[in-house]
Structure formats: C-alpha cells, structure tokens
C-alpha cells in the first residue's frame, strides 16, 4: 500500500478510541499524510474532511470513499470546513511535526544525516527556504530562532558560526556546523520555515469554535514546544486525558471535548 510506506501511524487506538467515532459522522484530519488514522475513522463508519500542505502527502495517501482530500495548511481549517459545508464536525485530528516520508527524502533538506538542499518547506510554495533563513538573517535573530524552537543552550555560538561560513547551501555543509546540535536545529529551522508554532495556535482556536458541542479534538504532539501551547490555548476545554498518552518517538496525544453548553 502506498500510504504504509508514506507514515507509520502512531497512537492509532488511543486516538481512534478519544475521537469516539460516530457512523455517518463528519471527522477532520488536519494532518492527512499516509492516511493512517482517517483509514481507520472511515473504517469505524466516519467521514473525514482530509487537510495536508505537502502535495505528495496526498498523493501517497489511498483514495478512499468516505475521504475528501484537500492541500491546505490547516492554518485555513475553517475556511476549508465552510467551503466543504461539512458542519457539523464531531472530531478533529491533529497529528503534528514531520513526517518519515519527509525526513526520508533528501531532496526535500528536512535531515541533516542525509545530503539534501536546505529546503524544509513542508509546503513548497512556501517563499522561504532553510537555506534563505540561514543566509539571510542577522547574527541575533539566527540566536533567537535557536533558542525559541530549537532550545539550543549554545544558539548564540552556533550562529555565530553559521553567519561566518555562510554562503551555506545543503543539508550536509550545515551538519557540519551544528555538529552535536543538529537535530535541535534542523528542528528550529523546519518550525520556523513553516511558521508550525504560529499556525497551531491558529488552528487550535478554529477547532474550538468549528466543534459540534460534546465534538472531541485530539492532539498528537512530538516536542514541549508544541505541547506547552497544546496546553496553554486549549486551558478552557474539557481535557479527557489527566495526563498525555505516551507513544513511540517521544509523541504525546491530548484529548479534549467541547462543552455541550458552548454556543
């Protein structure tokens, strides 16, 4: 199957389970990818409304009836759900961050163990790349993005560095720089590439509002940066997990309900 090999899935039951699908119900996945979790809503008797930005996350994703695809940040989910009159949403989806299927190919410059151009747009008609950020910007605001999205203790030095070896243009050249920081700030830069702090705030306070009253959204985060505004922005919804569902790589799911009183 195509989309095995596009995503392996994760938290495939908790979420499935959190979203308590309902047949015939609308579902939204923000974060369509290989697929994986709406194969199983549709399975479960739901309809999904599928959003990704990357055209070969849906390409890859299978045909499925019961699936709308649709290539759209999820930055315009409400937008999306209006034009697709799919109201109303029992469930929404989010499962952040990158996917295999991204970091794998290395013409798209999201891994620094593989050469590649510094591209990292999820997106590809986004205006700018890792390699226009790493040139471009000024020694204090290279630090600030290290420090925000990468938590890099020694982001001030790195970037240092960076600026004095700059013009850099492949994945490889800049390993080479960030050496034992390199998953922090190839990390750094993919957030700040795709804007993916920003556009999650944005989503969260659209699913809020879209939600059926007593609709359920679940989260699926991979790092504290996400999951610190995961927490923050949805403080005033009904949580449905104490605690965050742990799963393989470092992932958390949070789940929430909207209050059945809220108009």
């Not at 790349?129 to 925000?148: H, R």
Request: glycine fraction near 8%.
């Amino acid at each position: 199957m195509r989309s095995m090999l596009f995503h392996k899935t994760v938290l495939l039951q908790p979420t499935v389970t959190f979203l308590a699908v309902k047949p015939g119900g609308h579902y939204v996945d923000c974060t369509l990818g290989g697929g994986g979790h709406t194969a199983e809503i549709i399975r479960q008797g739901g309809k999904v409304l599928g959003l990704d930005q990357d055209p070969e996350a849906l390409q890859a994703c299978l045909d499925l009836e019961g699936l709308i695809k649709v290539q759209s940040n999820f930055i315009h989910l409400a937008e999306v759900v209006k034009s697709h009159s799919w109201q109303p949403v029992l469930g929404i989806l989010l499962d952040l961050g990158v996917s295999e299927h991204q970091i794998a190919t290395s013409g798209r410059g999201f891994s620094f163990q593989s050469q590649g151009p510094l591209d990292m747009r999820m997106d590809p008609s986004l205006p700018n790349t890792a390699e226009t950020l790493i040139n471009q910007l000024p020694v204090e605001q290279l630090t600030s993005l290290f420090q925000d999205y990468g938590e890099i203790p020694a982001a001030k030095i790195l970037a240092t560095k960076i600026v004095a070896a700059r013009p850099l243009a492949t994945t490889d050249q800049l390993a080479v720089i960030t050496g034992k920081w390199s998953r922090q700030a190839f990390q750094a830069l993919r957030i700040a590439v795709n804007d993916e702090l920003g556009a999650l705030t944005e989503v969260l306070s659209q699913a809020q509002e879209i939600l059926a009253p007593g609709g359920r959204l679940v989260i699926i985060s991979f790092h504290s940066l996400e999951d610190r505004i995961v927490k923050q922005t949805l403080k005033n919804m009904n949580t449905l997990t104490a605690k965050p569902v742990t799963g393989e790589k470092g992932s958390k799911l949070r789940a929430y309900v909207k209050n059945l009183n809220h108009h």
